[in-house]
């Protein structure tokens, strides 16, 4: 064995079904805090009233949602229509140029460290089955395993759904207080707790430490934050 023993760690299940939706999770709650809230920093920056900058706030969370459902089910689509496109061809391989496809087989096998010596006889294995063959060369051509494969439709809810959660940290204080520069302290105040918190909540799946992901969560919106503000703040003095 090539793996050094160690003490047996305890069992640990992996993430399961969810874990290919774990892009869409985190980008569409992060999309919604960061952006949302630099939405009401440049506004708030420009001069705009309170109700203005709630009505703002609404209308970018609604859009915003819109659109990132809709640009992930388009994208999400595309590729699942340019693997299935793929696949259909490689089918077509292995029925009519199939010494070729063995002999890639063989070579993807041997850049794995597969020893020589059992080169033969695992490629045989693989030429006895069309399924097999179209399989392995499924998962090591086009790196496609069946169960990471994302529906679209999922992909959209829960990029929209999580884009619209993550857009309220920045919405509701302007529905509540009554001068602006409140309620962007507010909406700075919610947005970051709400982007630690994603920061921290993402390192259940990735194993990583919680502190160093929430921060980099919050320092990286709140760079985004400041510029947002200034610039606002800049075209306020001068339109």
């Known amino acids: ?70 640009g992930e089910y388009l994208a999400t689509k595309s590729q699942e229509e340019v693997l299935t496109s793929e696949l259909t061809l490689e089918r077509t391989h292995i029925i009519h140029y199939r010494g070729a496809e063995l002999d890639q087989l063989r070579g993807m096998f041997e850049d794995m460290g597969i020893h020589e010596d059992d080169l033969d006889g695992i490629v045989e294995a693989f030429d006895r089955s069309d399924v097999a063959l179209l399989n392995a060369m499924k998962a090591l051509e086009f790196g496609v395993v069946d169960s990471e494969r ?62 160093v992901s929430g921060l980099e969560n919050l320092l990286i919106a709140s760079v985004g934050g400041l510029i947002a503000y200034y610039i606002g703040t800049l075209v306020g003095t001068t339109v």
């Open 150 to 211: 994302r529906s679209p439709i999922r992909a959209m809810v829960f990029s929209a759904v999580l884009f619209f959660l993550g857009s309220l940290p920045s919405v509701v204080p302007f529905a509540i207080v009554t001068n602006p520069s409140t309620g962007l302290v507010w909406a700075s105040i919610f947005s970051a707790a709400g982007l630690f918190g994603v920061g921290v909540a993402k390192t259940t799946v990735t194993r990583t430490n919680p502190l």
């Open 1 to 70: 064995m090539d793996t050094e023993r160690t003490e047996k760690p305890p069992y640990e299940a992996h993430v399961g079904e969810t874990r290919q939706y774990w892009r869409d999770m985190i980008l569409g709650v992060n999309d919604g805090l960061v952006s949302m809230f630099l939405l009401v920093a440049g506004v708030v920056g420009g001069g705009l009233s309170t109700a203005q900058v709630f009505l703002t706030a609404v209308a970018g969370g609604i859009a915003g949602a819109v659109s990132m459902g809709a």
